[in-house]
């Protein structure tokens, strides 16, 4: 599966109320540590089970980024039934965002 490109207008639909939890990376073009994140994200969206995996560009989606009451970036958070169940905050190595997961409730196969 790729990863979900996620804004204003889609927020709701695919991530508020997807029957699937949904691991969002919030961030920016502009954020090294953004960038840095993006192949873990990758690499976890094409092996996502159970699980889906979102990209929201705060400066294209302020609506989102204010909902969602984010302050810096990158914050990671996964969605399970409508709200944030677990939330990372800055630069995330693959054993981050597998723990993510895992607080979530969620199972990744490696």
Not at 17 to 36: I, N, T
Not at 61 to 88: D, L, Y
Not at 95 to 104: G, M, S, V
Request: hydrophobic letters at 45%; one cysteine or more.
């Amino acid at each position: 599966m790729i990863m979900l490109e996620i804004n204003d207008h889609t927020f709701d639909d695919q991530v508020l109320k997807s029957k699937v939890p949904v691991l969002v990376d919030f961030g920016a073009e502009w954020c090294g540590p953004c960038k840095a994140s993006k192949p873990h994200l990758e690499a976890l969206s094409h092996q996502a089970v159970g699980f889906r995996v979102g990209y929201v560009d705060i400066d294209r989606s302020p609506v989102t980024a204010s909902r969602c009451a984010i302050r810096s970036v990158p914050t990671f958070a996964v969605f399970v039934g409508g709200r944030a169940v677990a939330k990372h905050v800055g630069l995330a190595s693959m054993k981050d965002l597998l723990e993510l997961l895992r607080q979530a409730g969620e199972s990744v196969s490696s």
